[in-house]
């Protein structure tokens, strides 16, 4: 089975701080995303990853910044962290575009609380 | 674009009750539909899948249609279990993109 795995479960971090949140997958997938999950408003695309090096914005990329160096991990970095990115992050991986039918594969969640 | 909706939770049903969540899709083109459960604590998991309209999905005793006729993807279990507690997401996935589009969740909850 494939793996996606998050290095953090629970993380506390301080507003201002430079907060890297890191996802590794095991399978070779060529897509790459990051979500964060909040009640009320399901899941939301912040960035993309299609291939090394590539990114694409999703959704709600302010604040956010994101790094691909190497296929199989895909880091998210909050910048300066706020409060109001206090939030449950999932990391999900998939194979290449036109192979959607196979389903993303997530991570167990970041649970990021900033204070 | 495209969007998913599904029914407000939560739902609160007894152990060995009959369970529907609806979930309707507004794609263009045919997408691949999917339902995806995340139980407490864990990230999601991929619970069924359709990939073309009049398909039906199954696992766990969960099935779901494919309808085109009424963009639909309703969920359904005929006897839930305290175990099947968690929330479910309705998504869709258009050929040729990247990304899939996720419905806001349906809280479940069995009780005993």
């Known amino acids: 089975d494939v793996k996606v795995t998050q290095s953090s479960r629970y993380l506390v971090k301080r507003t201002g701080e430079k907060v890297f949140l890191e996802c590794v997958q095991d399978?070779?997938?060529?897509?790459m995303f990051w979500y964060r999950q909040d009640p009320g408003l399901g899941l939301r695309l912040i960035y993309f990853?299609?291939?090394?090096?590539?990114?694409e914005k999703g959704d709600i990329p302010e604040g956010y910044s994101v790094s691909r160096e190497k296929k199989e991990r895909f880091s998210l970095i909050l910048e300066s962290a706020s409060t109001n990115q206090t939030s449950m992050y999932l990391c999900?991986?998939?194979?290449?575009?036109?192979?959607?039918?196979?389903?993303?594969?997530f991570g167990s969640g970041t649970r990021l609380t900033v204070v | 674009g495209n969007s998913v909706t599904q029914m407000e939770g939560p739902v609160t049903l007894s152990e060995e009750a009959f369970l529907t969540i609806n979930c309707t899709y507004t794609?263009?083109?045919?997408?691949?539909l999917f339902w995806y459960v995340q139980y407490p604590g864990e990230g999601l998991q991929l619970l069924l899948k359709?990939?073309?309209?009049?398909d039906k999905g199954s696992n766990k005793g969960f099935e779901a249609t494919y309808r085109k006729e009424t963009t639909s993807f309703h969920l359904e279990k005929g006897s839930v279990q305290v175990s099947d507690s968690a929330v479910y997401f309705c998504?869709?996935?258009?050929?040729?993109?990247?990304?899939?589009?996720f419905g806001t969740g349906t809280r479940l909850k069995v009780l005993a």
């Open positions: 999900a991986s998939s194979l290449r575009a036109g192979t959607g039918g196979a389903g993303y594969t």
């Open positions: 399978m070779d997938h060529e897509n």
């Open positions: 990853s299609y291939d090394v090096k590539m990114k």
């Open positions: 794609a263009t083109g045919y997408p691949s």
């Open positions: 359709a990939t073309k309209a009049d």
């Open positions: 998504a869709d996935f258009t050929s040729g993109t990247y990304k899939y589009i």
